[in-house]
């Protein structure tokens, strides 16, 4: 599986971006895509993720701001960010997990898409 990321970049504060991510190579029916982000000096975070049957989870810190949603039939998962914060800033990760069972998966990373948010 082959991760595309795209949509990051320079915002002001209270502002918006939409990330997407476009799956490629093999797909599988039972997977999870989702987004993580790493500032400087931090690990990096789930920000949210979506199984291939819809269902959702946020961290706290984007909740009811950053919806994510995927297109099943593109292979593709998107998230909407709105007011965006400085807090925000960091390296945005497009993951996919193919699920093998509920202890097993594999895990595939895109390259990663800077979003910074200043004034």
């Known amino acids: 599986v082959q991760l595309q990321a795209s949509g990051g970049g320079l915002v002001q504060p209270g502002g918006s971006l939409r990330l997407s991510c476009a799956a490629s190579?093999?797909?599988?029916?039972?997977?999870?895509m989702g987004w993580y982000r790493q500032a400087p000096g931090k690990q990096r975070e789930l920000v949210a993720l979506?199984?291939?049957?819809?269902?959702?989870n946020y961290a706290d810190s984007v909740k009811g701001r950053a919806p994510i949603s995927r297109d099943n039939p593109r292979n593709t998962v998107y998230l909407q960010m709105d007011s965006l914060k400085p807090e925000d800033t960091a390296i945005y990760y497009c993951k996919y997990r193919r699920i093998i069972n509920s202890d097993v998966g594999y895990d595939y990373w895109g390259q990663g898409t800077q979003v910074t948010v200043s004034s």
């Open positions: 979506i199984t291939s049957g819809g269902t959702t």
């Open positions: 190579g093999s797909s599988f029916s039972r997977n999870v």
